[in-house]
Nanobody, 125 residues
Framework: QVQVVEFGGGSVQSGGSLKLSCTAS????????MAWFRQGPGAEREGVAH???????VYGDSVKGRFTIAHGSNKNTVYLQMDSLKPEDTGMYYC???????????????????WGQGTQVTVSS
């Protein structure tokens, strides 16, 4: 059974930075892709950043130029460096992994079959 665990949420002032990390374990192969999603208060869960096993990345329009997704020491670990944070970045951030599936929609929820429990990010003005 694959487990996905996130670390690194917290509170920061507008303009600050946070780094989230995520590790997926329990599968003998690398994930085809990993991604970060977020869900703000009263909002739908939206795709933030995607990274596939080749290193290709896709970002949501609202975070381009401010967030960076990267692999860690292996392709089942990803980081999300968040800079120039804004109050509208506040929400629960979820890590997702795709094992054994591939999708042409990198920022859509159905493209991933394993999810973490989420970590809270709060940005104050």
């Amino acid at each position: 059974q694959v487990q996905v665990v996130e670390f690194g949420g917290g509170s920061v002032q507008s303009g600050g930075s946070l780094k989230l990390s995520c590790t997926a374990s329990g599968y003998s192969h690398n994930a085809n892709a990993m991604a970060w999603f977020r869900q703000g208060p009263g909002a739908e869960r939206e795709g933030v950043a995607h990274l596939d096993v080749t290193g290709a990345t896709v970002y949501g329009d609202s975070v381009k130029g401010r967030f960076t997704i990267a692999h860690g020491s292996n392709k089942n670990t990803v980081y999300l460096q968040m800079d120039s944070l804004k109050p509208e970045d506040t929400g629960m951030y979820y890590c997702a992994a795709a094992y054994g599936i591939a999708s042409p929609y990198p920022l859509e929820r159905h493209s991933y079959n394993y999810w973490g429990q989420g970590t809270q990010v709060t940005v104050s003005s």
